[in-house]
């Protein structure tokens, strides 16, 4: 039994610690092993398998122009003292790069304000694995803490951030990919943010999880890249708490969130400015493939929101999002794309409830927008599992919202009269679909519309295009049309206008038919059939 371990190379040799014996820092702010190069080029190595507990840095390891590595067996626990601090600290000047590795079960322990492992290089790769711990990693501050200006390979679970973050991995300078994996089920959690993982130029973000995610009062997932890096993140059943947004990703480049295997858990926990999956892009392609439930968003903006200013928007939704007595607050599936002639695609199988609008406010439960030139919409309800859009209790203003320059399609049915309709409920429109350029409006595109609708004041299905033509097909019943003043109003201001319609609009009891008209099919060129 030791007191503590202090190495230090006067030549410029390299620095090799094999300990195997139980270290105590007992004096004040002690460090428990301390291994450096005293200000020379070296390498230093740190095999531990004993326990380590210090009041200073637990294990520092300190090198200039060398390799660092620390491999531990063994729990380690420090503080605020001797050494950089923290449970683990690796800290390189220089060039080299770092490795933090431990196995068995050993655990980390960073007390007193500091990180559990935290690792500094200038130009060197940084890997950090505690994947194959049964230990857990545990910060006063962060729990794992690393920032490099080279490539970032961070593999990890059971790691609190008790007032910061769980992870943070930050590629910096001219940098390198950063790729951060939280697995085995053991969870992530951290006071202001759960797994941050950035980098900077074109150098990619990827965050891959299976495990539980607690962001506190910050993000789950926040992948971000500040030049035009791809990012990408994966969720495989990892249920996602926190005040911020569930998933965070933004970059000028692409975006990919469940591209790979999927988004899958759960979420809950988002406050009132957050949302479920949040994608922001610029120039980019920004795809998301949900599979997670977000029934538990009650307090959250909106469920999936994503924006490009040029780059694609493609979003693939099977989660209900809200709940039937409480939905999200401002938007179900937001995709916004500003500019540029690419496309934005939105398919949807979710339940999706909106609370209704508060004032002046508007709520929609699917919002696809598109203002480039040429840019199209389209927007797919599959029905398949018979789907709701909004309830009596949570109703958006629009169900369906599609607006572009291009074409937009609108369709919301299943392929199989066994299956169910699904329903539409909405405070205004039930379907709104328009083009404000060329573009043609078709609302029933690959099959009739066969949802039913409800809860409209103006109409179940609105379709119009400023240049283009506009074709309604519908088999969906809107007996329960009430009080609106249309069940189908299609116009369009210099095309053909055409509507099909199988299905019921208003009731024919008392006075719950539609208040104005069933069908209004107009064309300021007289093309309406």
Do not use: C
């Amino acid at each position: 039994e030791f007191r503590r371990v202090l190495f230090r190379s006067t030549t410029g040799a390299n620095v090799i610690v094999d300990t195997q014996a139980t270290l105590y820092g007992n004096g004040s702010q002690t460090a428990g092993i301390l291994a450096n190069t005293n200000g020379a080029s070296g390498t230093v190595t740190v095999i531990n398998s004993g326990a380590v507990t210090a009041t200073g840095t637990g294990i520092d390891a300190r090198s200039i122009n060398g390799n660092t590595t620390v491999y531990s067996t063994g729990n380690v626990v420090g503080g605020n003292g001797t050494g950089n601090d923290g449970g683990i600290n690796v800290d390189i000047t220089g060039s080299g790069n770092a490795n933090v590795t431990t196995s068995g079960s050993a655990s980390v322990t960073g007390n007193s304000g500091t990180d559990g492992i935290h690792v500094r290089t200038v130009s060197g790769s940084i890997y950090v694995n505690t994947e194959n711990s049964y230990g857990s990693v545990w910060g006063s501050q962060d729990g794992i803490d690393v920032s490099g200006n080279s490539t970032i390979n961070v593999y990890a679970n059971g790691v609190t951030g008790n007032t910061g973050k769980g992870i943070i991995a930050a590629s910096i300078g001219a940098g390198g990919p950063v790729y951060v994996e939280a697995w085995n089920g053991y969870s992530v959690s951290g006071a202001t943010g759960g797994i941050y993982a950035s980098s900077t130029n074109a150098n990619a973000v990827q965050v891959n999880t299976y495990t539980t995610i607690s962001g506190g009062s910050g993000d789950g997932i926040n992948a971000t890249s500040s030049g035009n890096g791809t990012v990408t993140v994966d969720t495989y059943y990892s249920n996602i708490t926190a005040s911020g947004n569930g998933i965070y990703a933004s970059t000028t480049g692409i975006i990919n969130i469940g591209q790979n295997n999927g988004v899958y858990g759960s979420f809950s926990g988002m406050g009132n400015t957050s949302a479920g999956i949040r994608a922001v892009g610029a120039t980019g392609a920004v795809t998301i493939n949900n599979h997670g439930d977000m029934s538990a968003l009650t307090n959250a903006q909106d469920g999936i929101q994503a924006s490009s200013t040029s780059g694609s928007i493609n979003i693939s939704n099977y989660g209900q999002i809200g709940s039937s007595g409480n939905g999200v607050n401002a938007i179900g599936i937001d995709a916004t794309k500003t500019t540029g002639n690419s496309s934005v695609v939105v398919y949807n199988e979710g339940s999706i409830y909106v609370d209704a609008a508060s004032g002046n406010a508007t709520t929609y439960g699917i919002h696809a927008t598109n203002g480039g030139t040429g840019g199209n919409v389209t927007v797919t309800n599959y029905t398949y599992y018979g789907n709701f859009i909004g309830s009596s209790s949570a109703k958006p203003t629009y169900g369906i919202y599609a607006q572009g320059n291009g074409n937009v399609i609108v369709d919301s049915y299943q392929t199989s009269y066994f299956y169910q309709v699904g329903a539409i409920t909405a405070g205004t429109d039930g379907i709104y679909a328009e083009s404000t350029g060329s573009g043609n409006v078709q609302v029933g595109y690959n099959s009739n519309i066969l949802s039913t609708f409800s809860g409209a004041t103006n109409a179940g299905i609105e379709a119009k295009s400023l240049g283009g033509s506009t074709t309604v097909y519908n088999a969906g019943s809107m007996s329960a049309l009430s009080g609106a003043l249309y069940g189908i109003k299609a116009s369009s201001t210099t095309g053909q206008v055409y509507v099909y319609n199988s299905g019921q609009i208003g009731a024919a009891s008392g006075s719950n038919g539609v208040n104005l008209m069933g069908i209004s099919a107009t064309s300021s060129g007289n093309n309406t059939s």
